[in-house]
């Protein structure tokens, strides 16, 4: 039994890191939509760190799939689930909101438009993926925040299990959750895999796999051998500069010295 609980604790603790690095994938996007000068690699190392220590504030205060005795716990149900749902909703808005961010500044007129509109299309992807796989979980945390706040937040699964109210929808919701936890990995490799440079190197491994050499158009400089946010990254610096040039040689070729006016250079 302790086994089992430990097993489905450190399970439901490395899904809220998930979750936690997913969330900064988003805001990571919102900060290299602003300022893509900055490589996004310097702030890698403190997402991690960050996530980590936001699953481990999330966790103990979340609802989880094994419930201890209510006098052992220091939130009850109803306390739980709420802190559950109001996480949950903040991250889905925040994803959606990131998802707005960077089709309104990649739709604008600039340059590498295909590649705009390719990174667009996977981020919505992504994020809408990734928050189908939770949204049975906030189903969830919603039926025990109803169930709390009806029976009393007292209430234990076990307890929930044997009241014919509760029963059935509270199986369902579990399963359910359980199920899409299972998938998660897959629906997330299904969708990440459509990235160009992965399905590159699965097509090459495939027909290496037959003998067969794989012609990917390596040697044409159109050809991507790196993710689409390295294309959009070196897409927006290029845009940027030939802003800055652009406004420099106008405001300076052609323009007469001054020693009295110090604005003329």
Request: with cysteine.
């Given at each position: 039994?302790?086994?089992?609980?430990?097993?489905?604790?450190?399970l439901?603790f490395?899904?809220?890191?998930?979750?936690?690095?997913?969330?900064?994938?988003?805001?990571?996007?919102?900060?290299?939509?602003?300022?893509p000068f900055?490589p996004?690699?310097?702030?890698?190392?403190?997402?991690?760190?960050?996530?980590?220590?936001?699953?481990?504030i999330?966790?103990?205060?979340?609802?989880?799939?094994?419930?201890?005795?209510?006098?052992?716990e220091?939130?009850?149900?109803?306390?739980?689930a709420?802190?559950?749902?109001?996480?949950?909703?903040?991250?889905?808005?925040?994803a959606?909101?990131s998802v707005?961010y960077?089709?309104?500044?990649?739709?604008?007129?600039g340059?590498?438009?295909s590649?705009?509109?390719?990174?667009?299309?996977?981020?919505?992807?992504y994020?809408?993926a990734?928050?189908?796989?939770?949204?049975?979980?906030?189903?969830?945390?919603?039926?025990?925040?109803?169930?709390s706040?009806v029976?009393?937040s007292?209430?234990?699964?076990?307890?929930m299990?044997?009241?014919?109210?509760?029963?059935?929808?509270?199986?369902?919701?579990?399963?359910i959750?359980?199920?899409?936890?299972?998938?998660t990995?897959?629906?997330m490799?299904?969708?990440?895999?459509?990235?160009?440079?992965?399905m590159?190197?699965?097509?090459?491994?495939f027909?290496?796999?037959?003998?067969?050499?794989?012609?990917?158009g390596?040697?044409?400089?159109?050809?991507?051998?790196?993710?689409?946010?390295?294309?959009?990254?070196?897409?927006?610096?290029?845009?940027?500069?030939?802003?800055?040039?652009?406004?420099v040689?106008?405001?300076?070729?052609?323009t007469?010295?001054?020693?009295?006016?110090?604005?003329v250079?």
């Open positions: 039994m302790l086994l089992a609980q430990s097993n489905f604790k450190v439901q490395f899904e809220f890191v998930s979750l936690a690095l997913n969330l900064f994938l988003c805001l990571d996007i919102v900060l290299t939509m602003r300022n900055y996004h690699e310097r702030r890698m190392k403190f997402y991690l760190a960050f996530s980590l220590v936001l699953a481990g999330c966790f103990p205060l979340s609802l989880q799939r094994i419930s201890a005795p209510a006098e052992e220091k939130l009850d149900k109803h306390e739980r709420l802190f559950s749902v109001s996480f949950l909703t903040v991250y889905i808005i925040f959606i909101t707005a960077a089709w309104r500044v990649n739709t604008r007129p340059m590498s438009t590649v705009r509109k390719q990174f667009i299309w996977r981020h919505s992807w994020v809408t990734y928050i189908a796989t939770w949204i049975p979980y906030l189903g969830f945390a919603f039926y025990i925040l109803y169930v706040t029976a009393g007292e209430m234990s699964y076990e307890e299990t044997k009241d014919e109210r509760y029963s059935t929808e509270l199986q369902r919701w579990f399963n959750y359980n199920l899409t936890c299972i998938g990995g897959i629906v490799s299904i969708v990440r895999v459509f990235e160009p440079v992965f590159s190197v699965i097509l090459r491994f027909y290496q796999f037959f003998g067969e050499i794989y012609e990917d390596s040697g044409n400089k159109s050809s991507m051998d790196s993710t689409l946010l390295s294309f959009l990254m070196s897409s927006l610096n290029i845009e940027l500069v030939h802003i800055i040039l652009t406004t040689s106008q405001n300076t070729v052609g007469p010295k001054s020693l009295k006016d110090y604005k250079y």
